[in-house]
């Protein structure tokens, strides 16, 4: 049970990461269609 507990968390942590670059990609296209 631990080690699935703990493989969940990595996975919630890995999403937070991708969504978290997925949101600087996009600041970063805006920013570059307001240039």
Do not use: A, F, P
């Amino acid at each position: 049970m631990k080690s699935r507990e703990r493989t969940q968390i990595k996975i919630k942590k890995g999403i937070r990461k991708k969504r978290k670059e997925e949101k600087v990609k996009r600041v970063e296209l805006r920013d570059d269609l307001v240039i």
